[in-house]
Nanobody, 129 residues
Framework: QVQLVESGGGLVQAGGSLRLSCAASGLTFSSYAMGWFRQAPGKEREFVGS????????YYANSVKGRFTISRDNAKNTVYLQMNSLKPEDTAVYYC??????????????????????WGQGTQVTVSS
């Protein structure tokens, strides 16, 4: 049974920082690229960042580039999203997702929700002014 469990969300003032964690189980973690998405009230799910199986290649949405950092620890089956210089516009439910990759899968930056096989439950991030 595949499960992605997120943690680390909460309330923070503008300019502050949070680190989100997503622990994966029930899958071969290193066979999956990982991604972070967010969804604000009344808006569609939005790509935040992604990284490949090893963590050696990352990609970010322009809205978070330079402020957010995605990383992974394959020994712990965990992916992280370090969020710095937070803005009220960052307020959303944040989701982690897993996308299977391998020698017979096509290359992708993983910017679209439909590309992912598994999703976490989401964790609320609220940034106050």
């Amino acid at each position: 049974q595949v499960q992605l469990v997120e943690s680390g969300g909460g309330l923070v003032q503008a300019g502050g920082s949070l680190r989100l964690s997503c622990a994966a189980s029930g899958l071969t973690f290193s066979s999956y690229a990982m991604g972070w998405f967010r969804q604000a009230p009344g808006k569609e799910r939005e790509f935040v960042g992604s990284l490949n199986w090893s963590g050696g290649s990352t990609y970010y949405a322009n809205s978070v580039k330079g402020r957010f950092t995605i990383s992974r620890d394959n020994a712990k089956n965990t992916v992280y999203l370090q969020m710095n210089s937070l803005k009220p516009e960052d307020t959303a439910v944040y989701y982690c997702a897993a996308r299977f990759t391998g020698p017979f899968t096509s290359a992708s930056r993983g910017t679209e929700p439909y590309e992912y096989n598994y999703w976490g439950q989401g964790t609320q991030v609220t940034v106050s002014s």
